[in-house]
């Protein structure tokens, strides 16, 4: 039986061969997000959500964006580090989100919306507001509603968050480019970000900067983890230490801060903690996790404004709808692009497209993707 890794990079190189946990952790996420979301669906507010309830500071579907930008950050400057070449890094996030992206918002906006609205359909495609929705596809996120649907209510709230994922990208190519991208550079730029968060919550409330700074210290703090990962142990003392620290910080505040300190390396370490052949094998072959993040919200909504009831009815009745769009997602754009990101930038190392059992030890076959893309294959969002 081989020894158990003992740092970070260790348990990454392993992951080749045996799998790793981060399918499973962004299904979670993606999920979590959904039965958040449920709470403001069924009550009209999130005021009655568990972990807002419980800590007065943010939403467990907050915290799962925060899980998102974490494994996010750990995985891009992986991907980065293994190809460091501007023009293909682009290209592999651009092939990563913005199909999906783009197939999500057309559907909705030409397609569910006529279907939904309460004006005439040639009024609705002549009015500002569709148009300016349909602008989402270009991780432009101003308007997150459409004209008659919901009562202008926000039909997929939670596309915002793109936009800052992919800041977060551009800041890693940025860092890269100028050979900055190491540990002490992304590390010390959340800390700055971090501090930045008081005065900008005073003066800039709702902001750009204000938002950045409340998601981007989980991305760089991960892409601390990844440039530093052969320094870093894999433990699961420190993992326990930063869970009980993480779960303080509910009660004495600054929620978002000790994620961003502690909930990290806990993420991480879960991501090659030994949870067996089902969680290395979720998301291995097929990535749902994206779709979900992407259809939760606007399938819950239809739920909510065509049936009403509670959050736990709205959960029940969204979920697999919202999969089953995630599904098609996946099979119809996702895949397909990410096919074409393999065929087009040619990964150095190249192993069959094919997953299957690849977290059994005992063995049979090799991890599907090619380690290149088995980098790529994050959600970005959340």
């Not at 293994?82 to 197939?103: C, E, N, Q, T, V």
């Not at 569910?112 to 300016?132: D, H, K, N, S, W």
Request: net charge positive; glycine share 8%.
């Amino acid at each position: 039986m081989p020894a158990p890794p003992r740092t970070i990079e260790d348990a990454w190189r392993a992951s080749k061969s045996v799998g790793d946990n981060f399918g499973a952790i962004r299904f979670a996420a993606a999920t979590l997000v959904i039965f958040s979301h449920a709470f403001e669906m069924g009550a009209g507010s999130r005021a009655d959500e568990p972990l807002e309830r419980l800590s007065g500071q943010i939403s467990f579907g907050e915290a799962a964006v925060l899980v998102f930008f974490a494994v996010s950050g750990f995985l891009i400057a992986k991907s980065w580090t293994s190809d460091p070449h501007l023009r293909r890094f682009a290209r592999k996030r651009a092939l990563r989100i913005m199909p999906a992206l783009l197939f999500c918002v057309s559907v909705i906006g030409l397609v569910a919306g006529p279907l939904l609205t309460v004006l005439p359909v040639a009024e609705y495609f002549v009015r500002i507001q569709t148009a300016c929705f349909l602008l989402n596809a270009a991780l432009i996120s101003r308007c997150a509603s459409l004209p008659g649907v919901f009562e202008g209510t926000a039909i997929n709230a939670p596309l915002w968050t793109l936009a800052f994922e992919a800041s977060c990208y551009a800041l890693i190519a940025l860092l890269g480019v100028m050979r900055a991208l190491r540990p002490g550079v992304c590390a010390g730029l959340a800390l700055a970000l971090i501090c930045a968060l008081g005065p900008l919550a005073q003066s800039a409330p709702g902001s750009y900067a204000f938002k950045f700074a409340l998601l981007a210290p989980a991305f760089l703090m991960g892409a601390a983890a990844a440039m530093a990962a052969g320094r870093i142990p894999l433990n699961g003392r420190l993992a326990a230490l930063c869970a009980v620290l993480l779960g303080g910080s509910v009660f004495w505040g600054d929620l978002t801060i000790a994620f961003a300190l502690s909930g990290v390396y806990l993420v991480i370490w879960l991501a090659f903690a030994p949870l067996g052949a089902w969680a290395c094998s979720v998301g291995r072959r097929d990535d749902y996790s994206y779709g979900l993040y992407l259809w939760g919200w606007p399938v819950q909504m239809t739920i909510a404004a065509a049936i009403g009831g509670g959050a736990a009815i709205n959960f029940a009745l969204s979920f697999p709808i919202a999969l089953c769009f995630a599904v098609a997602s996946w099979r119809l754009v996702e895949k397909p692009a990410i096919a074409a990101k393999v065929a087009t930038l040619a990964p150095k190392r190249v192993i069959p497209m094919a997953v299957g059992d690849s977290c059994l030890r005992s063995g049979g076959r090799r991890l599907a993707a090619s380690a290149e893309a088995a980098e790529e294959m994050v959600n970005p969002a959340g």
